[in-house]
């Protein structure tokens, strides 16, 4: 038996039936951890020492015969732009490089409560903006699939950790695609909640009407097991919302008969590479076969949506990102003798080029006689987005799309920001809307790379698009047919 | 032209600290002072990762603010973002309310220069977080920052340009003081920075339509340098155009000591806030039913708080025109009147001794260290005889210094009135017997005489001596 190799669902099932201890199971992520990141290099830091400890406390309580909770002793990863007590929180930038955050993101405390066990932060784009974790300060992530690609970002650490299988699952934050895009290019399964699902308290914040943390999983069962860890109304986030919560592993019916599936014929016109075309037509044949119904619509926002995300995240990026001016915490330049020297040195040796173009181009869309030009109307082209969206929601359940224009890229292969910023296309929709979306891997193009198809929900529908996936996956079985390989 | 052929235009903005038990966006205590980043969390630190939750009543403090003011309550308010770096400042931005603030367009009552009364209208109220505080070479070089203040929820009352004087400036800002001291929203301590003023001055020439260019005066903390600089700036901006210059649209900072304004910073520096709604925040949506319920609820204002002490406790109109100025005078009139029963001696105290004593020791009434408790059992010490009004101005004395309660004063300092009547015979004889000229012109019919007696008795006790048994002694013996 492989166990890194077994989903979190089967994990439970071995400790339940004392197949395997939480020891054994902390040890062989530990050992591939060992063995994996000189090649991936998806953690920030490596926490696998602590793990060993924590797993062994917990084996002890199963040895004196106590009760342990169903997510004891399950190790998880930790995207590093969420907030551990005593525990480094970087956001993958030389600005947070020593940040050690007094206090503990509202969903790590939630993982804590269960029992989880976190084996380390995982790499990403410099507070989350980007989409081939590039943009990282600290090192360069690698696809499992092919060493030559980029994993996807942000979240890219998290979908390369859970694809190489050195961690079992993984928390995502996602603002234009961070999780989905990340997991399409690495063959995982990512969803986006609904915004307002998941409490944004002690996720550093890039944008925040657009961020929500997500799962990333090997599997759409742990997805949905994952998301009941993180769901719920938090009083610290004035945007969580008060909603009953379901068990969303209770809505995996493997059933899809007369499901109502929207295909947006604008989000498969120019720009989409043809083999990832081809792989969604198969896709929506198999539903087809398992009794969807599919139909093409038309969803007339692209033109509009990739400049609407960046002003709105842009702005809102330029003032979350304010508070690292190197007073309190964080880098602070060696050069500089006046207040605005330090401001001026800390921020731009602290914060890389990325970062630098969000923060002007944020601060010039909210300036004093443009605010109406830019950001103004594109907070009236969001309404307008989530109206068009609105509109195909009245008769269809769910929209199918494609997650990314095409499989991982090669390293430094985008030659400039704005083409960088087209790999999200077909993701930023969702956000820019609030919507839930989940990306599941659909294949293999030629060159063996993984395909990832795009699933969105109306708000907070979040059991309709887990089902739908789930349905695909038990019918298509991904995973027992392509394994990453570790290309050179 | 001379001075007398302008006019000087001034608006006020002015930031109340509101009274909430925990701040703005946090659980916080707002409590004055502690040591420093002792009060303080990752929300009102601006840590990373940190969200804002908005207190509720920080609103409910507001929309009374709004409605003591007689402002339109806005049913549909939000917050804002207002972006600039400075230490103080932990996010780099401050939560305020820009375009959408909760309470519009309202107006006090005060009086002008001729004591006529005069209306200045209110443009808005917002509510906002207040910044940190840092400390400058405190401790050995450098600035410290202290984040206690971070995060304390602020009011901040915006006028239009409808003050002529800065009489008629101080006398708007002291009826927004007193209304907000007689709602309980703010404590107003000027001293403490909870009350605090910017200053807006602009001049004219009389008759003219068109506003002059004005200037902003920063952060100003005392009714008396308000005054100070209103004078100084707008004599200043008269000066200015009397030469052919022109005034700049400028922030200037007020110099106590010099007594004189600066620049604060030239045009280039001139901040864009780029102000936009906070995506961390919801809107405030208000029902009627709520913004109806704090009104039923509003405390007693002060003009209703005067028609009763005229028509219930008798007070003359002035009388009680002085004391519901203050809401700290009107509550220590109604304790000591509650305290002593006697309404008309507990206003006579607080209008003529205490009131003067304030004013040498250049006090505002929220100084006052003593209780009504205690000023109202001084009151019946003296009613019941155990000290004369002479030494009660002596127990007032000590209750500015060191407050305790007045007959512990009255002991310790042995100021107890001799009422013996044996003590008290005793010392008329010798004082009898060492004024005889006294006693003969009492006998010609100089009634002057037995007030000149009754001081040398009192001279010779140190005060202490009864008065009136004083006096019918002395008339007895001098009949005799």
Not at chain 1, 190 to 209: C, D, E, F, H, I
Not at chain 1, 351 to 361: A, D, M, Q, S
Not at chain 2, 238 to 246: A, H, K, M, P, S
Request: proline share 4%; hydrophobic share 35%; with cysteine.
């Amino acid at each position: 038996m492989n166990i890194t190799e077994l989903t979190v669902h089967e994990l439970q099932e071995k400790i339940a039936s004392k197949e395997l201890t939480v020891s054994e199971i902390v040890k062989a992520y530990s050992d591939r951890i060992d063995e994996k990141e000189k090649d991936i290099n998806a953690f920030v830091t490596i926490l696998t020492d602590d793990a060993i400890a924590k797993a062994k406390k917990i084996d002890e309580k199963i040895n004196n015969g106590q009760a342990i909770s169903g997510f004891e002793g399950i190790p998880i990863g930790i995207k590093d732009n969420m907030c551990t007590k005593g525990i480094k929180t970087t956001c993958s930038s030389k600005m947070l490089e020593n940040f050690v955050a007094p206090y503990d993101a509202t969903v790590i405390e939630n993982l804590n409560k269960e029992g989880l066990i976190s084996l380390g932060k995982l790499n990403m784009d410099e507070f989350a903006m980007g989409s081939s974790t590039e943009n990282s300060a600290i090192k360069k992530t690698r696809n499992p699939w092919n060493l030559n690609t980029v994993p996807g970002g942000s979240s890219g650490g998290s979908a390369a950790a859970v694809a190489a299988n050195m961690v079992p699952w993984a928390l995502g934050s996602d603002t234009g695609g961070s999780i989905r895009q990340p997991a399409s290019l690495c063959g995982v399964v990512g969803l986006k909640p609904t915004y307002g699902l998941v409490s944004r308290y002690g996720l550093v914040a890039y944008a925040s009407s657009l961020d929500q943390i997500g799962p990333i999983t090997k599997d759409v069962y742990d997805n949905a097991m994952l998301l009941n860890l993180i769901t719920g109304h938090d009083p610290k986030d004035s945007t969580s919302m008060d909603l009953p919560k379901p068990d969303y592993t209770k809505a995996l019916k493997n059933d899809v008969k007369g499901l109502k599936i929207a295909v947006p014929k604008e989000f498969f016109a120019e720009g989409l590479n043809p083999e990832v075309k081809a792989k969604l037509e198969e896709a929506m044949d198999k539903y087809r076969s398992l009794g969807a119904i599919v139909e093409e619509v038309s969803l007339d926002i692209s033109e509009y949506s990739l400049a609407t995300y960046y002003i709105i995240s842009c702005a809102e990026a330029s003032s979350n990102l304010g508070r690292f001016d190197g007073i309190r915490y964080g880098y602070r330049s060696e050069n500089g003798e006046t207040l605005r020297d330090i401001y001026f040195n800390s921020r731009s040796e602290g914060f890389g080029p990325e970062v630098k173009r969000r923060i002007i181009l944020g601060t010039y869309v909210l300036s004093s006689g443009y605010y109406d030009a830019y950001y103004k109307k594109a907070q009236q082209a969001r309404t307008l987005i989530t109206n068009e969206f609105d509109k195909v929601f009245k008769d269809y359940d769910v929209i199918l799309a494609p997650t990314s224009p095409t499989v991982a890229f090669e390293f430094n292969s985008k030659s400039s920001p704005l083409e960088m910023y087209l790999a999200d296309i077909y993701t930023v929709p969702v956000n820019v809307a609030g919507l839930p979306g989940i990306s599941i891997p659909c294949g293999v193009d030629k060159s063996g790379m993984p395909v990832g198809m795009q699933l969105i929900g109306n708000k907070f529908q979040e059991e309709t698009i887990l089902n739908a996936a789930y349905t695909y996956e038990q019918a298509t079985n991904f995973r027992a047919n392509f394994k990453p390989e570790f290309k050179k | 032209m001379a001075r007398d052929d302008y006019e000087v235009v001034i608006g006020l903005e002015v930031h109340a600290e509101l009274s909430t038990k925990t701040k703005i966006f946090c659980s916080c205590s707002t409590e004055f002072g502690g040591a420093p980043n002792t009060h303080c969390c990752p929300v009102c630190m601006g840590m990373p990762g940190a969200l804002p939750v908005l207190n509720e009543k920080v609103v409910e403090y507001g929309v009374k603010a709004g409605l003591a003011t007689n402002c339109e309550i806005s049913r549909n308010s939000k917050s804002d973002r207002k972006n600039y770096f400075y230490p103080d400042t932990p996010k780099a931005y401050q939560i305020s309310q820009y375009d959408k603030p909760l309470c519009e367009n309202g107006f006090v009552e005060i009086e002008d220069d001729e004591g006529n009364p005069k209306t200045i209208r209110l443009l808005r109220i917002h509510i906002e977080d207040d910044a940190g505080k840092l400390n400058h070479d405190e401790f050995g070089g450098g600035s410290l920052v202290d984040l206690n203040r971070a995060g304390v929820p602020l009011i901040e009352s915006v006028s239009m340009p409808d003050m002529r004087s800065a009489g008629e400036a101080e006398r708007y800002l002291r009826k927004l003081k007193s209304i907000f001291e007689y709602i309980e929203v703010s404590d107003c301590k000027m001293q403490e920075g909870s009350l605090r003023a910017d200053v807006n001055v602009s001049v004219r020439k009389k008759g003219a339509t068109e506003f002059g260019t004005r200037t902003e005066m920063k952060n100003m903390s005392s009714f008396r340098s308000i005054v100070r600089a209103i004078e100084y700036e707008s004599n200043r901006q008269i000066d200015l155009i009397e030469e052919g210059g022109v005034v700049e649209q400028e922030s200037l900072r007020w110099d106590d000591v010099s007594g004189r304004t600066f620049p604060m910073r030239s045009k280039e520096d001139a901040e864009d806030y780029r102000y936009f709604p906070d995506p961390d925040l919801v809107a405030i949506r208000l029902s009627d039913e709520y913004i109806e319920n704090i009104k039923k609820n509003l405390p007693e204002l002060p003009e209703s708080r005067k028609q009763r002490y005229m028509s219930e406790l008798g007070l003359s109109e002035k009388d009680a025109r002085l004391i519901t100025a203050s809401k700290y005078l009107s509550d220590l009139f109604e304790g000591t009147k509650n305290v002593c029963g006697n309404a008309k001696l507990s206003a006579n105290w607080i209008l003529s001794d205490i009131s003067r004593i304030l004013n040498e020791k250049e006090m505002e009434p929220d100084q006052i260290p003593f209780t009504a408790e205690q000023l109202g059992k001084m009151i019946v010490l003296i009613e019941k005889g155990t000290i004369s009004s002479a030494i009660g101005k002596k127990v007032l004395t000590e209750l500015f210094e060191n407050p305790n309660d007045p007959e512990e004063i009255v002991k310790a300092n042995g100021w107890i009135q001799i009422s013996d009547e044996s003590a008290i015979k005793e010392v008329v004889m010798q004082v009898l017997e060492a004024n005889p000229q006294s006693i003969a012109d009492f006998k010609a019919g100089k009634d002057k005489a037995l007030g000149f007696l009754v001081g040398q008795a009192m001279k010779a006790t140190k005060g202490k001596a009864n008065p009136q048994m004083l006096n019918k002694m002395f008339i007895e013996e001098l009949n005799k």
